[in-house]
């Protein structure tokens, strides 16, 4: 596993910010109701998407969510910035249990909390210039007096993410995919948030335009001590991003920890699975077989008893088909879901 080299030299350099708690996530689900029946619907089951995630961000972190297509994480994401309502949980921002406010409670919350969609192209909307999309969140909690005032913030703000002060008059579509997501951070930051969810903002861009939208992340990040959830597939940019990682299977979280441990000595199966299955950039170098993941990812809908791993796991336990094993601490800085390690 090896970082991007090119990011790596572009990294910028990060200085030390406060360490207060910006999101407390405790035991967070989302589940959604399976229906059946024509005319009288009936709800048979559900797709538990989260289920029971735990954890926090501190204020200029980054903490990395990583796992397979399907486990959860943009669910996540979505349930804690309320774009979905949780069906249980507490989502602690700032201090307040958001997870059950109203719309109107939640409104002095929106301009606090913003996220970055994947596809920035379908996230604008292609009828509107750039300068009235930005405009609108600006006018709508009148952080400025006028369309005037507006422009001037726009402008501004465009040179901050690299881009030209004349851009303002453009649309979506007359621009590159790298100049479109920057135009996103654009709008995710205008009201100046504390937390930003990132749903995998590099995965459209080549590598060249991945680094500068990560390094400035990583700037704007320093400058405006913003907590960011940076949800990737790309291990090599979640390990150089992110200050604490959780790796997500089927709605839960089965390790968690600081960055470079969990990417230096992954302990559960499933976690060093997804390590061997990266792309290593050397020919020469010869892939181990040992820990990589065979068999498929099991029906949300009807989850394995027990530990929803064991199906695809080499070292299962017989306690591993029974009950699902709790999340143990094995350092002060590491912890798994693993009867491994109990």
Known sequence: MQVNQKIVKEKVKTTKVEKAVVLNVKDLKKYF????????????????AVDGVSFEVKKGKTFGLVGESGCGKTTTGR?????????????????????????KELKPYRTKMQIVFQDPMSSLNPRLSIGEALS?????????????????????????????????????HQFSGGQRQRIALARAIILKPEL??????TSSLDVSIQAQIINLLLSLQEEMGMGYIFISHDLSVVRFISDEV????????????????IFTNPLHPYTKGLLAAAPIPDPKVKRSKKDMITGK????????????????????????????PPLIKVSDTHWVSCYLYA
Do not use: W
């Open 196 to 201: 930003v969810i990132l749903d995998e903002p």
């Open 246 to 261: 959780g790796v997500m299977y089927l709605g839960r979280i089965v390790e968690y920890g600081q960055s470079d441990e």
């Open 79 to 103: 349930s804690i910035i309320r774009l979905i309502k949780p069906t249980a949980g507490v989502v602690e921002f700032l201090g307040t249990n958001i997870a059950d406010l109203n719309e």
């Open 33 to 48: 109701p399976v229906k059946s029946g024509f005319l009288i619907q009936k709800t048979i089951g559900y797709v538990k």
């Open 297 to 324: 990812v099991p029906s949300p809908i009807n989850r394995p008893n027990g530990c929803f791993f064991h199906p695809r796991c080499k070292y299962k336990k017989a306690v591993c088909e029974s009950e699902y």
């Open 136 to 172: 609108e969140p600006l006018l709508y909690h009148k952080r400025v007096k006028s369309k005037a005032e507006a422009n001037m913030v726009i402008k501004d703000l465009l040179v901050k993410v690299g881009l030209k002060p004349y851009h303002i008059d453009r649309y979506p």
